[in-house]
């Protein structure tokens, strides 16, 4: 079974731009979820997608968006970009919503913003 | 205090030898605990899943939970130079939110020859 992919691997982007990120799904997985990593503050939890319904957010401001199309690709944007939203962007996905589920992550977009 | 505690080492162990990891968490009402392997430049893979108190045993590795004392510890017998990468503590703090994972900042296990 494919694991979850993630695209583009890699984006150069100046401050003030916006950039739109895409992730596929395991197989049969419904819910997606985005990560922040960076070497300061490691792996943060941006929103999570179940169903195409936005169940969870974290602590981000509202430049950071998403969405899930009825085939459970998801798509994040990141709207004017900062210098510090250079990171590391993860994708996970797990096969429902239940708490024992097991997200397996994507990987990865590198952002670097100019 | 912060939610999920891991020491950022390096923690070097020999070939061979059994590598302890530990990590403690704040919210007592966490339910369920990860273990995931990040080598350099990687994405996160997972190496186990915990929610129960006691021991979990998969291959080389073992989980062990005790939520009374709030910690979580992998063990990696037998380490090889393979296991060298950062090793991601993950806990899921509340029923319904169990996509919100609260990661710690990271164990970099060093395996020497």
């Known amino acids: 079974k494919a694991g979850v992919t993630q695209t583009p691997r890699y984006l150069i982007k100046t401050r003030g731009q916006q950039v739109t990120l895409s992730c596929s799904p395991i197989s049969g997985h419904r819910s997606v979820s985005w990560y922040q990593q960076t070497p300061g503050q490691g792996l943060q939890f941006l929103f999570e997608y179940f169903s195409e319904t936005q169940r969870n957010k974290g602590n981000f401001p509202g430049r950071f968006s998403g969405r899930q199309f009825s085939n459970s690709r998801s798509e994040m944007n990141v709207s004017t970009l900062e210098l510090g939203d250079s990171a590391l962007y993860l994708c996970?996905?797990?096969?429902?919503?239940?708490?024992?589920?097991?997200?397996?992550f994507g990987p990865g977009t590198r952002l670097t913003v100019l | 205090q912060k939610e999920v505690e891991q020491n950022s080492g390096p923690l070097s162990v020999p070939e061979g030898a059994i590598a302890s990891l530990n990590c403690t968490y704040s919210?007592?009402?966490?339910?369920?605990f990860f273990w995931y392997r990040q080598y350099s430049g990687k994405s996160p893979e997972l190496i186990m899943s915990?929610?129960?108190?006691g021991d979990k045993e998969d291959g080389r590795f073992t989980a062990q939970l005790n939520k009374a004392s709030q910690y979580v510890s992998l063990l990696i017998r037998d380490s090889q130079p393979s296991d060298s990468a950062t090793y991601l503590c993950?806990?899921?703090?509340?029923?319904?939110?169990?996509?919100?994972?609260?990661f710690g900042t990271g164990t970099r296990l060093q395996v020497t020859l």
């Open positions: 915990i929610y129960s108190n």
């Open positions: 996970a996905s797990r096969r429902t919503g239940g708490d024992r589920d097991t997200q397996y």
């Open positions: 993950a806990v899921n703090a509340r029923p319904g939110t169990a996509s919100k994972l609260t």
């Open positions: 919210d007592r009402g966490s339910q369920s």
